[in-house]
């Protein structure tokens, strides 16, 4: 519980300026973050880190290559699907957006999906 609180207000900071973005992956806390989407950890745990990193991926290039560089995007598809809480689907297609959005390539195919979670399949 202790790590998903920690990725939550670490979520809650970064989508407050660019400056915290820069702050949190000069920290070297995005391999840590990544880390967190891995099957094991809870789906709160999974939600706080996929909203955090979608944040940071947001926020500007130095940023953005850093949830790239850390192996976000494998993770970030995986957990995209039925079987996970609509918030999760949510935070990993906007993660997954940013990240195109911001230089990082993501298959066409895969935001196709990532669009239809953001746009509540409209």
């Given at each position: 519980?202790?790590?998903?609180?920690?990725?939550?207000?670490?979520?809650?900071?970064?989508?407050?300026?660019?400056?915290?973005?820069?702050?949190?992956?000069?920290?070297?806390?995005?391999?840590?973050?990544?880390?967190?989407?891995?099957?094991?950890?809870?789906?709160?745990?999974?939600?706080?880190?996929?909203?955090?990193?979608?944040?940071?991926?947001?926020s500007h290039a130095p940023a953005t290559a850093a949830v790239a560089a850390a192996g976000a995007i494998p993770s970030l598809l995986r957990l995209m699907?039925?079987?996970?809480?609509?918030?999760?689907?949510?935070?990993?297609?906007?993660?997954?957006?940013?990240?195109?959005?911001?230089?990082?390539?993501?298959?066409?195919?895969?935001?196709?999906?990532?669009?239809?979670?953001?746009?509540?399949?409209?």
């Open positions: 519980m202790a790590r998903g609180s920690a990725a939550g207000w670490l979520a809650a900071l970064a989508v407050s300026s660019v400056d915290v973005s820069a702050a949190i992956t000069a920290a070297s806390a995005v391999p840590a973050l990544v880390e967190l989407l891995e099957p094991g950890y809870s789906s709160y745990v999974q939600i706080n880190a996929a909203g955090c990193l979608a944040n940071i991926a947001s699907g039925p079987g996970s809480p609509p918030q999760l689907n949510l935070y990993a297609a906007r993660a997954l957006r940013n990240l195109n959005e911001h230089g990082q390539s993501v298959p066409a195919t895969v935001l196709s999906i990532a669009e239809r979670f953001v746009t509540g399949g409209r």
